[in-house]
């Protein structure tokens, strides 16, 4: 009993469920009121803090890059004869497993024909062959390197510190060479990181349950709304509960390899039927257009013009991975025990965004050749609806009844994976970096988890998500700097170490 209450007193849970817990009843009793202020909030951080984003993700590529190619790189995290604790496969897999999967399977379509309906630049004509190209680059690089750097850099000094050091996996840990030894600094620090990571994560179940939802009312005609969405939620909440007891090495390991296999499955099947030659033509020209232009988009903001594509789309989504870093900067570092620093940038800098973009090639290509050489409209469509924009592709080519029920199925056992990661990762920053926190610690999580993602969807869809991601991640893009500097200082004061011994 004094263990139980042990925990439930630990500060940093107590405040961080408190603070959510209190999003949940006042989004569940007053949706306007809550859409007003977070709408309110929404447009103070994007019109006042956009620039910041940008700049400071466009620094840690830098710095990643950097880190990688310098004497640095061949440090192991863990002892120095440490094994990886998992193979290639199983890796890559819990990587998309964490909730990027999901929002890959969301945008993967939605993202390029949004882009190719509304242009990102004012001059640019929609739905031409110049906007399909233009379209397809930027999809590129608001999904490549830059969104991964985020969840990388806070990855990397986690799994030095954890596994390296044996020091426990908590924020305000990596950061003590900065802000110093302080108990309230501590535990405001990791306080702000929970509460960034449950926003962070309710948004990416909540754009998952958005598209399921969309996806069985498209197949099945079943009716796509608030209850529907509610009711998936609730499936959802159960089976990742059931998940979380059989822990990492069992259920977690297990979905992710069905959800990696899912993946390639579907991706290999749209690239036989679909255009091959010209998803293959795209994915080079996409990818060429993504390296000339990289650091153009990198730092591209419009404060001549007050057009406000880039804080709809790339800083949204600066804000969305920093705003749950913290989680999957976590359960990265939790599964690349063992690698080497260079492996592990290499496999999270490179091999993931990597085949984010195949994806996007695929399935975005498809779509737009679809329209462009045959007139089907899916672009409409997808501005009418993002959460159909998969589906309306699946209905182009043959077998669309079966690709979309296991495009459904694999969308549901994404949802399960990434909120059982952040169940994992949630107790073990709320009990102290424990390695295996406890089940009730985790069930709480759970259920606030789903809680927040449906008051969320309730209170405002998708706009209400992107208010979530884009407001809880303002303070913690500070923090993360500090990261970035605390990680050089360790790394030096190692080297320090090793010359006078």
């Given at each position: ?5 042990k ?13 959510i ?15 007003s ?10 019109q006042?803090f ?7 993700v ?8 950097g ?6 790189g ?14 290639f ?7 998309f497993s ?20 509304n ?11 110049e ?20 969840f990388a ?13 044996g020091?426990?996996?908590?924020i ?8 110093g030894?302080?108990p309230?600094t501590?535990?405001s ?12 994560v ?12 969309g ?10 709304g608030?209850?529907?969405q509610?009711?998936i939620?609730?499936?959802m909440?159960l ?20 959800n ?6 579907l ?12 998803i293959l ?14 650091v ?14 880039v ?22 570092a ?12 290499f ?6 965004p ?12 498809t ?7 045959n007139g ?13 924009a998969?589906f ?10 079966i ?6 199925i ?27 926190p ?5 069930f709480?999580?759970?259920?606030l988890?789903?809680?927040i993602a ?7 869809g ?8 884009l407001?809880?991640?303002?303070p ?9 500097i ?16």
């Amino acid at each position: 009993m004094k263990k139980r209450n042990k925990r439930f007193l630990n500060p940093v849970f107590f405040i961080s469920a408190s603070v959510i817990l209190a999003f949940v009843i006042i989004g569940a009793f007053n949706s306007t009121g809550f859409q007003s202020v977070a709408t309110l909030l929404f447009d103070l951080t994007t019109q006042n803090f956009g620039w910041l984003y940008l700049i400071s993700v466009f620094v840690f590529v830098l710095f990643l890059i950097g880190l990688s190619i310098s004497k640095y790189g061949k440090i192991k995290l863990g002892p120095k004869n440490s094994k990886p604790e998992f193979g290639f496969f199983p890796w890559i897999g819990m990587l998309f497993s964490t909730g990027f999967g999901s929002g890959l399977v969301f945008w993967g379509v939605a993202e390029p024909m949004s882009h190719f309906f509304n242009t990102p630049f004012p001059g640019l004509e929609p739905q031409t062959e110049e906007a399909a190209r233009v379209a397809m680059g930027y999809a590129f690089f608001n999904w490549g390197i830059s969104q991964w750097s985020v969840f990388a850099l806070v990855g990397l000094v986690i799994a030095y510190l954890q596994f390296r050091k044996g020091k426990d996996g908590l924020i305000s840990t990596a950061v003590k060479p900065v802000v110093g030894n302080n108990p309230i600094t501590a535990t405001s620090i990791n306080s702000l990181a929970v509460i960034a990571t449950v926003m962070g994560v309710a948004t990416s179940l909540g754009l998952g349950i958005m598209q399921m939802s969309g996806g069985l009312s498209s197949v099945f005609g079943l009716p796509d709304g608030v209850w529907m969405q509610i009711a998936i939620a609730l499936a959802m909440l159960l089976v990742y509960l059931g998940s979380s007891v059989s822990g990492l090495n069992r259920g977690m390991k297990w979905l992710s390899s069905i959800n990696l296999s899912f993946c390639l499955i579907l991706l290999v099947f749209v690239f036989l039927m679909g255009p091959t030659v010209f998803i293959l033509e795209t994915f080079v020209l996409g990818l060429g257009d993504y390296l000339t232009n990289f650091v153009e988009y990198s730092l591209r903001l419009t404060p001549y013009t007050g057009d406000n594509w880039v804080m709809d789309w790339t800083i949204f989504y600066w804000a969305w991975a920093i705003s749950w870093s913290p989680f999957v900067g976590a359960f990265v570092a939790r599964v690349s025990r063992g690698r080497t620093i260079r492996q592990y940038i290499f496999g999270v800098l490179v091999t993931s965004p990597a085949i984010a973009c195949i994806w996007i090639a695929v399935f975005g290509g498809t779509s737009l050749y679809s329209d462009l050489m045959n007139g089907t409209m899916i672009a409409e469509a997808v501005d009418h609806d993002l959460a159909v924009a998969l589906f309306e592709t699946f209905g182009t080519l043959p077998l669309s009844t079966i690709t979309s029920l296991m495009a459904i199925i694999l969308i549901f056992t994404f949802l399960v994976t990434s909120a059982d990661s952040a169940t994992y990762i949630l107790g073990s920053m709320t009990s102290k970096g424990s390695l295996n926190p406890a089940l009730i610690t985790k069930f709480i999580w759970g259920g606030l988890i789903t809680a927040i993602a449906v008051v969320l969807l309730v209170a405002g869809g998708l706009e209400a998500l992107q208010t979530a991601s884009l407001t809880s991640a303002l303070p913690f893009v500070i923090i993360i700097i500090m990261l970035m500097i605390s990680f050089i200082k360790i790394l030096q004061r190692e080297e320090n170490d090793k010359l006078k011994k």
